[in-house]
């Protein structure tokens, strides 16, 4: 079973709509969770953390289901510079409390439409 | 603020030619640095991590190698490059004991 698994898409949404997508976790005892975006051929930059009572940064909500092992995130009134690769990240129990447990997802592609 | 530079930004190298990528931080001490390859098709994967000068952490058996001479500079190298060591090549920075990474601009490298 791979450890981060996202619906890789292309998720193709008009402008102005609401998207949300999930990724699953396989180690229960994952201690870290985030989101970063990825635009092409650039580097991933960090959109938001993911806390266990969710958290809200503007038009992103993230969301974690602990108990069902997965994160979530909602884009609300989605603008065309949403258009990217989302990647779930998730920080392995392993790791020494630094980022070399993190493992990261393939990512989801979303293209926001006009 | 924090800034991690990395270059170059684009490379094209023959099979069998050496390798060097350079990577600096600025406006931080004592960060983890991390070396990172991310192929077409797949997910981010880890190569190599450093706590400090000279601690080098090694995630997979490649054809490559790293070295941290100074606090905020992290090299990633190799003697004779292979074809499939082509990738997107990033190094990223984290604070001690913080699981959240930032990355830099990245180096694209095509072996020919």
């Known amino acids: 079973r791979k450890e981060v698994e996202q619906d890789p898409g292309p998720f193709n949404v008009p402008e102005g709509a609401t998207v949300a997508f999930n990724c699953t976790y396989s180690n229960s005892a994952s201690q870290s969770f985030f989101w970063y975006r990825q635009d092409c051929r650039k580097e991933p930059k960090l959109l938001m953390s993911v806390y266990s009572s969710g958290n809200e940064d503007g038009r992103f909500t993230a969301q974690l289901n602990r108990a069902s092992q997965y994160i979530s995130l909602l884009i609300r009134d989605s603008k065309l510079s949403d258009s990217a690769t989302y990647l779930c990240?998730?920080?392995?129990?392993?790791?020494?409390?630094?980022?070399?447990?993190?493992?990261f997802g393939k990512g989801t592609h979303l293209i926001i439409q006009p | 603020s924090q800034t991690i530079h990395q270059w170059p930004a684009t490379l094209v190298q023959p099979v069998g030619s050496p390798l060097s990528l350079e990577c600096t931080v600025e406006?931080?001490?004592?960060?983890?640095l991390y070396w990172y390859r991310q192929a077409a098709g797949r997910g981010l994967q880890l190569l190599f991590y450093?706590?400090?000068?000279?601690?080098i952490s090694s995630e997979v058996p490649q054809n490559l190698s790293a070295s941290r001479p100074q606090d905020r500079q992290f090299i990633l190298s190799s003697k004779k490059l292979l074809l499939s060591d082509s990738g997107f090549y990033l190094c990223a920075w984290s604070r001690r004991n913080r699981p959240e990474a930032f990355f830099g601009q990245g180096t694209r490298l095509t072996v020919v």
């Open positions: 990240v998730v920080n392995m129990p392993y790791s020494g409390g630094g980022a070399d447990g993190l493992t």
């Open positions: 406006g931080t001490s004592n960060p983890n």
């Open positions: 450093s706590v400090g000068i000279g601690q």
